[in-house]
T-cell receptor
């Protein structure tokens, strides 16, 4: 079974600065998807970014980018020019492409605080 | 707003009771997923339906059951409730249930068991 680990329970960043959230995963598969979801105080789960494992190029979405290191099984999220609205729980998630279902396996989450 | 709706938003009940959580997927989506978010277990997958049929099962207790109806809405039934069932229950939907589909989450139902 796959596991996802987020080793930083909490992180803080000054507004307008850059922060990187870490995620590692354990899998024996070669083909899979990785995701970062944001959960603000409203509790809504919002997709931030996704990465296909077969793509070497790191995904980017505006101020959000990932550093995907397949050999190291590492998938970190970089948030540039941090804004107060970025304060939230961030979850890293893995999805296998080799089993019948589409379930997401989540890490334990990182709480990001943004200081004005 | 993801387009996925869940009712009710909050539910408070007593141990031993039974509750039903409802989910309406985004327009056009055929697949529905249920997840549980609790302090103890984190976010974990419960079950997936695609076009009325069960597609995959995760860590779902025998006291819990789900179904997807012909109009594609889904219900999660929780019975013989225990204190440990208190959690946020999310429904997500995707178009086809293919492994490449993105799942969009609803706002969740917060269940409190007293």
């Amino acid at each position: 079974a796959q596991t996802v680990t987020q080793s930083q329970p909490e992180m803080s960043v000054q507004e307008a600065e850059t922060v990187t959230l870490s995620c590692t995963y354990d899998t024996s598969e070669s083909d899979y998807y990785l995701f970062w979801y944001k959960q603000p105080p409203s509790r809504q789960m919002i997709l931030v970014i996704r990465q296909e494992a077969y793509k070497q190029q790191n995904a980017t979405e505006n101020r959000f980018s990932v550093n995907f290191q397949k050999a190291a099984k590492s998938f970190s999220l970089k948030i540039s020019d941090s804004q107060l609205g970025d304060a939230a729980m961030y979850f890293c998630a893995y999805r296998s492409l080799s089993n019948a279902g589409n379930m997401l396996t989540f890490g334990g989450g990182t709480r990001l605080m943004v200081k004005p | 707003d993801s387009g996925v709706t869940q009712t009710p938003k909050h539910l408070i009940t007593a141990t031993g009771q039974r509750v039903t959580l409802r989910c309406s997927p985004r327009s056009g989506d055929l697949s529905v997923y249920w997840y549980q978010q609790s302090l103890d277990q984190g976010l974990q997958f419960l079950i997936q339906y695609y076009n009325g049929e069960e597609r995959a099962k995760g860590n779902i207790l025998e006291r819990f059951s789900a179904q997807q109806f012909p109009d594609l809405h889904s219900e999660l039934n929780l019975s013989s409730l225990e204190l440990g069932d208190s959690a946020l229950y999310f429904c997500a939907s995707s178009y086809s249930g293919r492994r490449t589909d993105t799942q969009y989450f609803g706002p969740g139902t917060r269940l409190t068991v007293l």
